[in-house]
């Protein structure tokens, strides 16, 4: 239903991570997967992360979200923000399906966006990838280089820059894509009612990195090697160069062993920054009740936002589904591979499945904790 206009491999190779660029009539025939309506029912929920921004004389105003009515907000300067809908709304996973030439690891979500004319967020710096796909109605987009951007008013708190010379300066219209990659500045303004599609791809920072490995490395009583040195150097109150070094290499050494990081790696990557859909059995299911499912006609569908990674060359039989590491000790690639791949495993693929224990188990295992469904 939504198939990509352009070369991916090319875009990948020539594009990604490097230059923001405007992809005119991306998608052919697009449709918006969701209504401006069932938007602002989504936003009605507790659970879901969701904001206004006001544009002002000054500036712009953040209200963070549920909301019940939108009449005090009036017709012009205003836009709705909903972050995860791919997880709250099922019929929008074809439509981030189609950006699955990129890895799973890297996606982040499917933001939603209402505005009214003159609505915008105000020039600002992402530090992840966004494709910006144009639904109902029009914006103008501008976009900057890269460079010594000042925080406006020189509030270091401020998410806004100050203004910027374009490098792009385009209108998009239904079915267009604005990339841009991280540290371009970028500000959108709405020319009549639109619906816009933000697809995010983030990486993990140094900070986040050792965050979770100090945290691993606790948790599991590990890295206790301590720094050792063959001499030392009388020169009482300074650090050598070669001990600085030697006592860095320590950290270096977790690095290079993928049996200190990656389970915390794939754990990491396989979590999400939004609340999931999920719902665990209360009265957990047996395996006998998945065989019967599969043998009633059911599939299996993945909640919408789920991460399920596996590592190359993994040390550890497993794989990482929302930041949990699962046993799949005697389960062949080839099936952990369609687990990882699949939002959906039909029935068909799993009649084949049935009559292997450990697979059953970790199926069944997935059913109880939410991460799966069945479906028709």
């Not at 000042?150 to 385009?170: A, H, M, T, W, Y």
């Not at 959108?188 to 983030?202: D, H, K, M, V, W």
């Not at 049996?259 to 990491?268: C, E, F, P, S």
Request: hydrophobic fraction near 40%; aromatic fraction near 10%.
């Amino acid at each position: 239903m939504y198939t990509l206009n352009f070369d991916t491999a090319a875009f990948v190779k020539d594009t990604w991570q490097k230059k923001p660029i405007v992809i005119k009539n991306a998608f052919n025939a697009f449709e918006d997967p969701i209504s401006a309506d069932e938007l602002a029912g989504l936003a009605m929920e507790e659970d879901i992360s969701s904001r206004i921004v006001q544009t002002k004389p000054d500036g712009w105003n953040v209200i963070q979200g549920p909301f019940e009515d939108y009449d005090e907000y009036g017709e012009n300067g205003w836009q709705l923000l909903v972050q995860a809908v791919n997880h709250w709304y099922p019929e929008s996973q074809a439509f981030v399906e189609a950006f699955r030439f990129l890895p799973d690891w890297r996606f982040d979500d499917l933001m939603v966006s209402f505005a009214t004319p003159k609505g915008g967020v105000g020039p600002h710096i992402d530090n992840y990838d966004v494709f910006i796909i144009q639904g109902e109605g029009e914006r103008r987009w501008k976009v900057g280089d890269r460079g010594d951007h000042k925080q406006r008013g020189g509030d270091i708190n401020s998410p806004l820059v100050d203004d910027f010379e374009p490098i792009i300066d385009v209108v998009l219209t239904k079915g267009d894509i604005l990339y841009i990659p991280p540290g371009f500045p970028h500000c959108g303004e709405t020319l009549s009612l639109a619906l816009s599609y933000s697809i995010g791809f983030r990486a993990p920072s140094q900070q986040e990195l050792l965050t979770e490995l100090a945290d691993a490395l606790i948790d599991n009583n590990c890295g206790q090697h301590r720094f050792t040195s063959n001499e030392e150097v009388a020169n009482k109150g300074q650090v050598s160069q070669a001990q600085q070094q030697g006592i860095m290499d320590l950290l270096a050494q977790l690095a290079n062993d993928p049996n200190q990081y990656q389970t915390m790696l794939g754990k990491m990557l396989s979590q999400n920054r939004f609340e999931l859909d999920i719902n665990p059995f209360e009265q957990a299911i047996s395996s006998v009740d998945v065989i019967e499912a599969i043998e009633d006609g059911a599939s299996l569908q993945r909640v919408g936002g789920l991460k399920i990674l596996s590592l190359e060359n993994d040390k550890q039989a497993q794989i990482y589904i929302n930041g949990e590491a699962v046993n799949v000790d005697n389960i062949e690639s080839e099936i952990i591979d369609i687990v990882s791949n699949e939002h959906l495993i039909c029935q068909s693929v799993l009649l084949n499945w049935k009559d292997l224990p450990a697979v059953i188990t970790l199926l069944t295992l997935c059913v109880n904790q939410g991460w799966l469904y069945f479906a028709e």
